[in-house]
């Protein structure tokens, strides 16, 4: 925060003291056309109550998946592992919303085109991207947005890949051949594969409205 602060401030001197030098004499047109700007909207503040109701919907369902994958990999081995995550993570993703929260996974390379992030998240998750080259990615980012005509609460959580994920998100070269080929076969149009350790995979979302 400090450094996108400092970059404003350096932004900001730089352009009054190139205003002048660009427009001489154009001070009052200046001043008039900007009166008829409407000024930026005041940046809603996410309360800490809401925070916290979407920061724990992340933490379930994250938890519930995580739980599930876990188990089913280990009693069913990756194959087995995979006939849950297709026929399961949709409907559990889709059971942790409530009339309050609207929660789900979202990437940039789709395995599941159900999880196609829309514009918005889009920008953020390429933020996140941008970030975690950096190595300066978030835990976590609450962002308001106007949502139409509504504000809406968002929290961002970013999906990183651990070894585990890399039996169906990896190399394909080191998928087991047969998970490939199920995987090619209920997927056709996967993006998902050629993961390492440590990239970004996607992010949960949960979003509440403000008003
Ligand atoms: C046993 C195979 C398997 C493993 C292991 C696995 N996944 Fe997946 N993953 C899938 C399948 C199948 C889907 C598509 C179904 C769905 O979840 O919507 C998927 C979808 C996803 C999605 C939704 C986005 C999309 O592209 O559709 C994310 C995010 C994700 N996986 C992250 C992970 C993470 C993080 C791990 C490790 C903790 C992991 N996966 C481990 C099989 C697996």
């Not at 009166?35 to 930026?40: K, S």
């Given at each position: 925060?400090?450094?996108?602060?400092?970059?404003?401030?350096?932004?900001?001197?730089?352009?009054?003291?190139?205003?002048?030098?660009?427009?001489?004499?154009?001070?009052?047109?200046?001043?008039?056309?900007?009166?008829?700007?409407?000024?930026?909207?005041?940046?809603?503040?996410?309360?800490?109550?809401?925070?916290?109701?979407?920061?724990?919907?992340?933490?379930?369902?994250?938890?519930?998946?995580?739980?599930?994958?876990?188990?089913?990999?280990?009693?069913?081995?990756?194959?087995?592992?995979?006939?849950?995550?297709?026929?399961?993570?949709?409907?559990?993703?889709?059971?942790?919303?409530?009339?309050?929260?609207?929660?789900?996974r979202v990437s940039l390379r789709l395995r599941n085109p159900a999880n196609q992030p829309s514009d918005f998240e889009r920008a953020q998750l390429e933020r996140f991207e941008a970030l975690n080259?950096?190595?300066?990615?978030?835990?976590?980012?609450?962002?308001?947005?106007?949502?139409?005509?509504?504000?809406?609460?968002?929290?961002?959580?970013?999906?990183?890949?651990?070894?585990?994920?890399?039996?169906?998100?990896?190399?394909?070269?080191?998928?087991?051949?047969?998970?490939?080929?199920?995987?090619?076969?209920?997927?056709?149009?996967?993006?998902?594969?050629?993961?390492?350790?440590?990239?970004?995979?996607?992010?949960?979302?949960?979003?509440?409205?403000?008003?």
């Open positions: 925060m400090k450094i996108v602060a400092a970059l404003l401030s350096v932004t900001l001197l730089a352009l009054l003291l190139l205003t002048p030098a660009c427009a001489p004499g154009d001070g009052q047109k200046a001043a008039a056309e900007k009166t008829e700007v409407a000024p930026p909207p005041v940046p809603v503040e996410i309360p800490a109550q809401v925070k916290e109701t979407l920061k724990n919907s992340v933490k379930m369902l994250g938890g519930t998946l995580k739980g599930h994958l876990v188990a089913a990999l280990d009693e069913k081995g990756t194959l087995g592992a995979l006939e849950f995550c297709g026929s399961q993570a949709q409907t559990l993703t889709g059971e942790a919303s409530t009339d309050e929260v609207f929660i789900h080259a950096e190595g300066k990615l978030p835990e976590g980012a609450f962002i308001a947005h106007k949502d139409g005509e509504r504000d809406a609460a968002y929290f961002f959580k970013p999906l990183m890949m651990g070894k585990p994920c890399l039996l169906c998100h990896g190399d394909p070269a080191g998928i087991e051949p047969e998970v490939l080929a199920r995987l090619q076969e209920l997927y056709p149009t996967d993006e998902a594969v050629g993961f390492a350790e440590g990239d970004l995979r996607g992010a949960f979302v949960a979003r509440t409205y403000l008003n």
